[in-house]
């Protein structure tokens, strides 16, 4: 992986060409909560659905995770700070402006983005929130609180269980993953997501107990329209067909008629 310094922070990134005619915008994906690039876009094939679909793909692995470097101060991950982060990738390599998605945490900080940076996002695709990104703070506190637990064993909420497991399965730093959790829980009011006029698409899937609704969000937004994924969680719609079809048609959507018509 390549590395770039976001105001001090050493970052890890990927940017992968096109393999069919190039459609012009760049895309920038941002993963979830004790995820990494690998595991959020390139093993659910959305680097080659991309690619293949003509898009020039930037992945990172945002502070904290991954290859990136590791920070333990709770107040180090902001979602604005996060959110700049991800202009500071597109400042380094030269691009102007991008369509971005994020996934979960991802979408949290993409949001944060098109709010602090409108004229950097073309198009914005929130996937895994919903409502919960105005009427709640993130993943439950007491993930932070797994995240120290002396192993998975212990812990008997579902959620604080799943989320340790899978941190272990991503081989994350147990201890920055609980200072992001504690300094990430930041929701958005309903008077700043207005503001939001970027053309977005808003994927949750139907079985998703984190995400929350996502069509009041829409409706918050300017110009925004919701999808939902069939018989999906919050885990298993990532890689889904019905995901990956409404993401290509709302890009090309932007393509074809250009930003404001999506």
Request: hydrophobic share 45%.
């Amino acid at each position: 992986m390549q590395e770039f310094s976001s105001d001090g922070v050493r970052l890890a990134f990927l940017d992968f060409a096109p393999t069919t005619a190039d459609k012009g915008e760049p895309i920038l994906l941002i993963h979830g909560f004790a995820s990494n690039h690998g595991v959020n876009w390139l093993f659910p094939q959305w680097v080659k659905t991309l690619t293949h679909a003509g898009r020039r793909v930037i992945v990172f692995d945002n502070r904290g995770h991954g290859r990136s470097e590791k920070l333990y101060d709770p107040a180090a991950y902001s979602p604005w700070i996060m959110a700049a982060d991800a202009v500071n990738l597109l400042d380094h390599l030269g691009i102007a402006r991008a369509d971005v998605m994020g996934y979960s945490m991802g979408a949290r900080i993409a949001a944060h983005m098109a709010a602090a940076s409108p004229e950097r996002v073309r198009g914005l695709v929130l996937a895994g929130l919903g409502i919960h990104l105005v009427d709640g703070e993130g993943l439950p506190a007491g993930i932070a609180d797994a995240m120290e637990a002396p192993s998975a064993e212990g812990l008997t909420d579902p959620m604080q269980r799943m989320f340790r497991v899978f941190a272990e399965a991503t081989k994350s730093d147990l201890r920055a993953l609980a200072a992001c959790m504690r300094g990430s829980r930041h929701a958005l009011s309903a008077d700043v997501v207005g503001t939001i006029a970027t053309p977005a698409l808003i994927c949750v899937g139907s079985e998703d107990d984190v995400a929350g609704d996502p069509e009041p969000l829409a409706q918050m937004m300017q110009n925004a329209r919701a999808l939902v994924i069939p018989g999906r969680d919050h885990n298993r719609a990532v890689g889904d067909k019905v995901y990956k079809e409404g993401v290509l048609a709302f890009l090309d959507g932007l393509s074809a008629h250009g930003p404001g018509k999506a």
